[in-house]
């Protein structure tokens, strides 16, 4: 069974500041990453995701993201954060093989901009 | 435009009623999903289909039921023998296929029970 743990549940950050959100995660088979994001009372939106190649990923809204491997992690970055990036993220993972393609998701990490 | 619809977007039940919650996809997607969220508890897994005619049950698929008559179509009923309804209902939808797992879903229906 896969598990995602996101071990901040709130990190505040000023504007224009770099942020990080922090993503383990534990499977016994090789996996798929993804981040997502959610304004309030919205579904969520895919910001990025790891399949395979480069271990930098890059998105949208200027969002990036490293998979290692040998650290089971995924966090999230992006070097400067405007007021519009106030949301709740999500790590997510899935099993590489065919048939089992559901998402387990972390808790989620709400991400509070202070101008 | 092609996405997935979820409706209504508000639902109040009377506890002991059953209700269903919409979920209409075209984006001729083979896979579906209900997530249920609550604060501080991420989306957890309900029940999922992969293919029509055929569903799973998720983490917490007691008081819930699903079906799979269509393709386009995944409604969600919460039924009484759930005993805490009250949440924020996600549906989704995929490929399913290998390497191609990204999810897209739709907007949401939040259930009060009065």
């Known amino acids: 069974a896969q598990s995602v743990t996101q071990l901040d549940s709130q990190v505040p950050v000023f504007e224009e500041a770099p942020v990080e959100l922090r993503c383990n995660y534990s499977?016994?088979?090789?996996?798929?990453l993804f981040w997502y994001v959610q304004y309030p009372n919205q579904g969520l939106q895919l910001l990025l995701k790891y399949l395979s190649g480069s271990t930098l990923v890059k998105g949208i809204n200027g969002f990036e993201a490293e998979f290692n491997k040998s650290q089971t992690s995924f966090h999230l970055r992006k070097p400067s954060v405007h007021i519009s990036d106030t949301a709740e993220y999500f790590c997510?993972?899935?099993?590489?093989?065919?048939?089992?393609?559901?998402?387990?998701f972390g808790t989620g990490t709400r991400l509070t901009i202070i101008p | 435009d092609g996405g997935i619809t979820q409706s209504p977007k508000y639902l109040f039940r009377k506890e002991g009623q059953n209700v269903t919650l919409s979920c209409e996809q075209n984006l001729n997607h083979d896979a579906m999903y209900w997530y249920r969220q609550d604060p501080g508890q991420g989306l957890r897994l309900i029940y999922y289909s992969q293919i029509v005619n055929d569903f799973q049950k998720g983490d917490i698929a007691e008081g819930y039921s699903v079906s799979r008559e269509k393709k386009e179509s995944f409604p969600l009923t919460v039924t009484s023998a759930q005993k805490n309804p009250t949440a924020f209902y996600l549906c989704?939808?995929?490929?399913?296929?290998?390497?191609?797992?990204?999810?897209?879903f739709g907007q949401g229906t939040r259930l009060t029970v009065v």
């Open positions: 499977s016994s088979v090789s996996v798929y």
């Open positions: 997510a993972v899935s099993e590489t093989n065919f048939g089992n393609e559901k998402l387990t």
């Open positions: 989704a939808s995929s490929m399913a296929r290998q390497g191609n797992t990204e999810a897209f």
